[in-house]
């Protein structure tokens, strides 16, 4: 989810039923991004794509 | 005053109406301009016009799950300023938007801001005192303008669809306030939208689309058919090189200044389809010349259709009886969402 939409992912997780729904957060826009800079920030969010899958499901 | 049985709402009770006025706006149930109070009876009224009962289920949000009864459209209608008579149609564009192909999540949500444009058809349009003429695309009579009304009002208080919450609109457009239109079925020489679409010349109906704001243009210096569609297709294309080069539903309205030359000419809905669909293409390369280079990706000479087949194109007529103008109204995003059209009465899950 890029930093524009962070309301919109919250509040589309409490509707769906899935409040606190976590998700990795990078920089808005990525639509006029380079490849570099869309590399770098894959590279600075991609450690905590682990986290979020092995993160115990909250009941 | 008794609740009726059946209505399953929240009631609230208020000392005088600036109060009402004032609860719902600070309750974020409004667009900011005044509502009529949805008192027991008048809902009641709405549903019984319909002879629909208050738990009636008129769809079912795709992506959420989330069901929309009667009474709670209903609600929405009344605070709209609706009548009862009004109601019929409001069901019917709502259960239109519901359908799954017209992708209600989507195309309410995208930055895109498009708006639900709504076009009545059939006997119900004279009815309820729809006027598809002067101001056409304009608040043209009171039906109009609260039936669409309502259903901005549905999607925001039913759907969280409300500016930063569910819609994320960069910009969205005026239309996202009512957009409902009647077409012109007495003054014009071609099949309605719904005979087009549904197969029936009686069927009163609503087509539902995805639309963005219309796009004016103007030619009334000519009678050659193929010349004004010229100055429509040349605003589809304009469209494909500013906003989107993918392929859905436009709808083009023909005011009865033009109408009568394409009456003249013998030309059918189905010729200005076949035009358009032949006639509104362009090449990727055009948006080098606008500023989008950078998305060419050496494919400058594959060619984009605005349409997908020539039934995409949604032929209206209306407009008020002088000037040579015509409208293009784009669709939001290519065909992700495709026009709905549903015939008013019908019941969608008996």
Same mark, same amino acid.
């Given at each position: 989810?890029?930093?524009?939409?962070?309301?919109?992912?919250?509040?589309?997780?409490?509707?769906?039923?899935?409040?606190?729904?976590?998700?990795?957060?990078?920089?808005?826009?990525?639509?006029?991004?380079?490849?570099?800079?869309?590399?770098?920030?894959?590279?600075?969010?991609?450690?905590?794509?682990?986290?979020?899958?092995?993160?115990?499901?909250?009941? | 005053?008794?609740?009726?049985?059946?209505?399953?709402?929240?009631?609230?009770?208020?000392?005088?109406?600036?109060?009402?006025?004032?609860?719902?706006?600070?309750?974020?149930?409004?667009?900011?301009?005044?509502?009529?109070?949805?008192?027991?009876?008048?809902?009641?009224?709405?549903?019984?016009?319909?002879?629909?009962?208050?738990?009636?289920?008129?769809?079912?949000?795709?992506?959420?799950?989330?069901?929309?009864?009667?009474?709670?459209?209903?609600?929405?209608?009344?605070?709209?300023?609706?009548?009862?008579?009004?109601?019929?149609?409001?069901?019917?564009?709502?259960?239109?938007?519901?359908?799954?192909?017209?992708?209600?999540?989507?195309?309410?949500?995208?930055?895109?801001?498009?708006?639900?444009?709504?076009?009545?058809?059939?006997?119900?349009?004279?009815?309820?005192?729809?006027?598809?003429?002067?101001?056409?695309?304009?608040?043209?009579?009171?039906?109009?303008?609260?039936?669409?009304?309502?259903?901005?009002?549905?999607?925001?208080?039913?759907?969280?669809?409300?500016?930063?919450?569910?819609?994320?609109?960069?910009?969205?457009?005026?239309?996202?306030?009512?957009?409902?239109?009647?077409?012109?079925?007495?003054?014009?020489?071609?099949?309605?939208?719904?005979?087009?679409? $549904?197969? #029936? /010349?009686?069927?009163?109906? %609503?087509? *539902?689309?995805?639309?963005? +704001?219309?796009?004016?243009?103007?030619?009334?210096?000519?009678?050659?058919?193929?010349?004004?569609?010229?100055?429509?297709?040349?605003?589809?294309?304009?469209?494909?090189?500013?906003?989107?080069?993918?392929?859905?539903?436009?709808?083009?309205?023909?005011?009865?200044?033009?109408?009568?030359?394409?009456?003249?000419?013998?030309?059918?809905?189905?010729?200005?389809?076949?035009?358009?669909?032949?006639?509104?293409?362009?090449?990727?390369?055009?948006?080098?010349?606008?500023?989008?280079?950078?998305?060419?990706?050496?494919?400058?000479?594959?060619?984009?259709?605005? $349409?997908? #087949? /020539?039934?995409?194109?949604? %032929?209206? *007529?209306?407009?008020?009886? +002088?000037?040579?103008?015509?409208?293009?109204?784009?669709?939001?995003?290519?065909?992700?969402?495709?026009?709905?059209?549903?015939?008013?009465?019908?019941?969608?899950?008996?």
């Amino acid at each position: 989810m890029t930093e524009k939409f962070v309301t919109a992912a919250q509040l589309m997780g409490q509707v769906l039923g899935a409040e606190g729904y976590p998700f990795i957060v990078t920089e808005h826009p990525f639509s006029s991004a380079t490849t570099d800079e869309l590399g770098a920030r894959a590279r600075r969010v991609a450690h905590t794509c682990g986290d979020h899958l092995l993160r115990p499901r909250s009941t | 005053m008794t609740l009726p049985a059946t209505l399953q709402s929240n009631r609230i009770t208020f000392d005088d109406p600036l109060s009402v006025q004032e609860h719902f706006h600070s309750r974020g149930w409004t667009d900011g301009l005044p509502i009529v109070p949805p008192t027991p009876d008048a809902v009641t009224a709405c549903l019984d016009w319909a002879g629909l009962p208050a738990e009636h289920l008129v769809g079912v949000e795709p992506v959420r799950g989330r069901g929309l009864t009667a009474e709670k459209i209903a609600v929405n209608a009344v605070m709209a300023g609706c009548l009862p008579m009004h109601f019929p149609v409001v069901v019917t564009a709502v259960a239109a938007m519901l359908a799954e192909p017209f992708l209600l999540h989507g195309s309410t949500a995208s930055t895109g801001g498009s708006a639900i444009l709504l076009i009545v058809n059939g006997p119900i349009r004279n009815e309820i005192g729809m006027d598809a003429t002067f101001n056409a695309l304009g608040p043209s009579d009171r039906a109009s303008t609260c039936i669409g009304r309502a259903v901005r009002l549905v999607l925001g208080n039913l759907l969280e669809v409300r500016p930063g919450e569910i819609d994320r609109s960069t910009f969205g457009h005026p239309g996202k306030i009512s957009w409902c239109m009647a077409e012109d079925e007495e003054h014009s020489p071609w099949i309605s939208l719904a005979e087009e679409r $549904l197969g #029936d /010349p009686h069927v009163s109906a %609503v087509t *539902a689309m995805a639309a963005m +704001a219309p796009r004016q243009l103007m030619n009334e210096w000519t009678t050659d058919p193929e010349e004004i569609l010229d100055t429509f297709v040349a605003e589809i294309k304009a469209n494909m090189r500013h906003y989107s080069i993918w392929a859905g539903n436009y709808a083009i309205v023909i005011p009865p200044q033009l109408r009568q030359h394409f009456a003249a000419a013998g030309w059918s809905k189905s010729d200005i389809q076949n035009y358009v669909f032949e006639q509104a293409r362009i090449r990727r390369g055009e948006w080098a010349d606008c500023g989008k280079g950078a998305i060419v990706h050496g494919k400058d000479d594959q060619e984009y259709a605005a $349409l997908p #087949d /020539p039934s995409h194109l949604l %032929v209206i *007529a209306a407009g008020g009886p +002088a000037g040579g103008f015509g409208a293009v109204i784009p669709p939001w995003l290519g065909h992700k969402s495709r026009a709905a059209t549903m015939a008013v009465g019908a019941c969608v899950d008996c």
